[in-house]
């Protein structure tokens, strides 16, 4: 017998005599889907029926969650059945779905201390505005981090220290000041987070994030130029997208008013992916290429998709607190310009950030778009139209 089935023989009889989970258990759950994997099922049909779900609802969770079993299979072997007792396997779907459902009190919890807050499954983040005289805000929040802590605790979980951040952005002369209140939190401080895989800095100046997808752009760019002899121009443009814009366009909205300097690095990437693809020499102009392959230069993307996101809130298609941001235009005397979809453009002080910010950047770009492209009848029209106006503008 090798050493490979002896191996298999002897877990097999470990998973017989229970002593070996089907799943790595955690002591201390850092607040993930997998901790409902060592959650008792009575407990979250009860967290389910203070939903007010009940009938054929309720009958469908408890189907998943009660009266289950299972067994470990490895090539011709099997264990026993044992029955399961806490919940669905860890990476089912329907783990996420149950997470977020025993998570919902915790928002009621955050709640009481009016602080803003928002949830992406496991990853929870707290928001509030401070001024370096007011600490009414940082007393909030150590007293929610407080409550927080101690709800965990109520309901079996605990409060990862080191995946637990605070992030401060603003002038960096009041950053400093703002520090000094928030080492009573014992937490961590960092200059840059993630959020969403978007890297933000404490300047908002974005550089982090675009360092990170041109490092990670020329590494893809670098492997896929050494099988492009082996591949079709259209083949070749599908692992283009996949690898390379898909991660330039992602989030791309965020770096609109940004300096060009900023973005420049993102426009190498593009220009050395579209030589790569056409096989065009490096001294080559790079207009025409981009051009002949219908890509729009990287200002011109983001633009694209702001402009996208603008109809969308318009025409109820975006989060509500998208489309609060935008107000339509409307004169307070019959003019020409009334009803064609002009929106608001809010006055600034600052034209660094204030014309960068979304309120007045977005309401600008929509103003200058023809007036048939703003009335566009549906979101597909006008994704048609939008494609060749900035074309025409970037290649003219």
Same mark, same amino acid.
């Given at each position: 017998m090798t050493l490979d089935r002896r191996y298999r023989h002897h877990y097999i009889r470990m998973l017989d005599r229970r002593c070996v989970l089907p799943y790595p258990e955690r002591p201390h759950s850092p607040l993930t889907p997998s901790f409902l994997s060592l959650l008792p099922s009575g407990r979250r049909l009860r967290n389910i029926t203070s939903l007010g779900l009940s009938g054929t609802v309720l009958k469908w969770f408890e189907s998943y969650l009660m009266e289950r079993?299972?067994? &470990?299979? #490895?090539?011709?072997?099997?264990?026993?059945? %044992?029955?399961?007792?806490?919940? &669905?396997?860890?990476?089912?779907?329907?783990?996420?779905?149950?997470?977020?459902?025993?998570?919902?009190?915790?928002?009621?919890? $955050? /709640?009481?201390?009016?602080?803003?807050? %928002?949830?992406?499954?496991?990853?929870?983040?707290?928001?509030?505005a401070m001024s370096p005289d007011d600490t009414r805000p940082i007393e909030a929040l150590f007293n929610c981090i407080l409550d927080v802590k101690l709800w965990m605790a109520n309901n079996f979980l605990q409060l990862n220290q080191d995946k637990t951040e605070i992030f401060v952005s603003g002038p960096e002369a009041k950053r400093e000041k703002q520090f000094?209140?928030?080492?009573?939190?014992?937490?961590?401080?960092?200059?840059? &987070? /993630?959020?969403?895989?978007?890297?933000?800095?404490?300047?908002?100046?974005?550089?982090?994030?675009?360092?990170?997808? &041109?490092?990670?752009?020329?590494?893809?760019?670098k492997n896929l130029a050494r099988v492009r002899p082996l591949l079709s121009?259209?083949?070749?443009?599908?692992?283009?997208?996949?690898? $390379? #814009?898909?991660?330039?366009?992602?989030?791309?909205?965020?770096?609109?008013?940004?300096?060009?300097?900023?973005?420049?690095?993102?426009?190498?990437?593009?220009?050395? !992916?579209?030589?790569?693809?056409?096989?065009?020499? /490096?001294? !080559? %102009?790079?207009?025409?290429?981009?051009?002949?392959?219908?890509?729009?230069?990287?200002?011109?993307?983001?633009?694209?998709?702001?402009?996208?996101?603008?109809?969308?809130?318009?025409?109820?298609?975006?989060?509500?607190?998208?489309?609060?941001?935008?107000?339509?235009?409307?004169?307070?005397?019959?003019?020409?310009?009334?009803?064609?979809?002009?929106?608001?453009?809010?006055t600034v002080k600052t034209k660094t950030y204030g014309e960068a910010a979304s309120q007045h950047y977005g309401p600008r770009l929509w103003n200058s778009l023809p007036e048939d492209l703003r009335a566009a009848e549906s979101i597909n029209a006008f994704k048609k139209r939008l494609k060749t106006h900035p074309f025409n503008l970037a290649f003219s």
């Open positions: 079993s299972f067994m &470990v299979s #490895m090539d011709t072997h099997f264990s026993g059945v %044992h029955e399961i007792n806490c919940g &669905v396997p860890q990476g089912s779907i329907l783990g996420p779905l149950l997470f977020n459902i025993y998570m919902l009190p915790l928002g009621n919890v $955050i /709640r009481t201390h009016n602080i803003s807050f %928002h949830s992406y499954a496991d990853d929870t983040q707290l928001d509030i000094l209140k928030l080492q009573e939190l014992s937490l961590s401080h960092s200059e840059a &987070v /993630r959020n969403l895989g978007v890297i933000f800095d404490s300047k908002l100046t974005l550089i982090p994030h675009i360092k990170q997808v &041109v490092k990670t752009g020329f590494y893809h760019l121009l259209a083949n070749m443009e599908m692992l283009m997208h996949a690898f $390379i #814009m898909r991660k330039v366009d992602y989030c791309n909205a965020l770096l609109a008013g940004l300096p060009k300097t900023n973005i420049r690095n993102l426009q190498l990437l593009q220009n050395s !992916a579209a030589r790569i693809l056409t096989k065009t020499r /490096r001294r !080559a %102009h790079i207009t025409p290429i981009l051009k002949s392959l219908h890509w729009l230069p990287i200002c011109f993307r983001i633009d694209f998709k702001i402009l996208l996101t603008i109809f969308k809130c318009l025409n109820g298609l975006a989060p509500s607190y998208l489309s609060d941001l935008l107000v339509r235009y409307e004169p307070s005397r019959p003019l020409r310009s009334s009803g064609t979809g002009l929106l608001t453009i809010p």
